[in-house]
């Protein structure tokens, strides 16, 4: 199964930023996500074929309703069946507001005929769950 970077975004008081119909919403902010050198806009979908994956569409930056009930983002998807070092995905909220930095690392490997993976999540250098909870 393809896996991505999950993203949610509150207020100090809980309220979910990334729904349209909340106050002082950040979702039509003009999000972007740089990721290996390049920009991707937030709903700007990126074409299948521009990744090396065959079984995993990367779709770039996307919105997202997230099993929380939350809205969110979503980054990827990525191959599971791959291993990728620390890399890093740098969210420009586009608001004046800094940059916040999510690195993710993904490890995939056999045991028997069983394919088994884990994820390594860090939110400005520190260790977080899935999905990353960005309190703004």
């Not at 349209?20 to 050198?37: C, L, M, Q, V, Y």
């Not at 770039?60 to 791959?82: D, H, P, Q």
């Not at 995905?89 to 056999?110: A, E």
Request: glycine share 8%; charged share 20%; hydrophobic share 40%.
């Amino acid at each position: 199964m393809p896996f991505a970077v999950n993203i949610m975004v509150t207020d100090a008081a809980g309220n979910d930023l990334l729904n349209p119909e909340t106050e002082n919403s950040i979702a039509d902010n003009g999000i972007k996500a740089r990721f290996k050198g390049r920009v991707f806009e937030k709903d700007s979908i990126v074409l299948p074929g521009q990744t090396k994956a065959v079984m995993s569409v990367f779709y770039g930056l996307r919105s997202v309703k997230l099993t929380n009930g939350f809205y969110g983002l979503s980054f990827g998807e990525f191959a599971s069946n791959n291993n990728y070092g620390a890399t890093d995905i740098v969210l420009d909220w586009n608001d004046g507001t800094p940059c916040d930095t999510i690195t993710f690392s993904h490890r995939f490997w056999w045991e028997g005929h069983d394919p088994n993976q884990e994820t390594f999540l860090y939110l400005n250098g520190v260790e977080t769950d899935a999905p990353v909870h960005i309190i703004k």
